[in-house]
């Protein structure tokens, strides 16, 4: 019997709490801690499927510090599921840091499959996924933004990327004049109660979202070079 914890990486919905398996419940029950990007979140959904075990933070602002704390616990025998906010953790989130240290520190290192939200905006997009390239987010200064995207203009996979409320129709513009008036598809609110899904080429979407703010969750995914 290994001497250390396991860290457990589980996947939680990204909308609809329904769309959690049943390891997924039964790990988040069985482990002594249950480490949250947003704990808010995470308490949600303990309490919607009645799990009561404690819950710390660990998220951008204090995951080196923290992810320290947790491979002490890790070692000492604990065995601690992390969660991101929505999705799968190690998705653009900081579950990178905590998981280096376990591998490096021999701990063992377990994921729980669950929902994604760029691969359900993938499948629901219209647009070919059987060679995908998933950028994350681009960044938030416009010109290392512009920079990113000029890098993917001779890209023929699809794109998929997420991009914040804030941003969305800057780089809507961005995109299409640095790669063209390609196909794109808008998936917002994935599996929630606003879910939406709009396609079309840029300039449409640009056209729509020109006088109407868009809120919520926002995966983008654009055609390659054709």
Do not use: W
């Amino acid at each position: 019997m290994s001497e250390t914890g396991t860290l457990y990486i589980v996947s939680t919905p990204i909308g609809n709490l329904e769309d959690i398996t049943l390891r997924a419940l039964r790990v988040l029950r069985e482990v002594d801690l249950i480490a949250a990007e947003d704990t808010r979140t995470t308490r949600k959904l303990l309490s919607y499927y009645d799990i009561h075990v404690p819950v710390t933070s660990y998220f951008d602002a204090n995951e080196e510090f923290k992810a320290t704390e947790l491979i002490n616990k890790l070692k000492s025998g604990l065995n601690i599921a992390l969660v991101s906010e929505a999705g799968t953790p190690g998705i653009s989130d900081p579950a990178y840091r905590l998981l280096q240290q376990a591998i490096e520190n021999n701990i063992p290192v377990v994921c729980i499959p669950g929902p994604t939200a760029f691969v359900s905006a993938a499948v629901v997009s219209g647009l070919p996924i059987d060679s995908f390239v998933f950028i994350g987010f681009l960044p938030h200064k416009r010109s290392k933004r512009l920079k990113k995207i000029e890098s993917l203009r001779d890209e023929p996979r699809t794109l998929i990327m997420y991009v914040s409320p804030h941003r969305f129709l800057e780089t809507l513009k961005d995109l299409k004049e640095i790669l063209g008036d390609r196909k794109a598809a808008v998936a917002r609110e994935l599996t929630k109660k606003f879910e939406e899904v709009l396609r079309g080429p840029l300039s449409t979407l640009i056209e729509k979202f020109e006088n109407t703010p868009i809120k919520g969750e926002i995966t983008l995914v654009l055609e390659g070079k054709r």
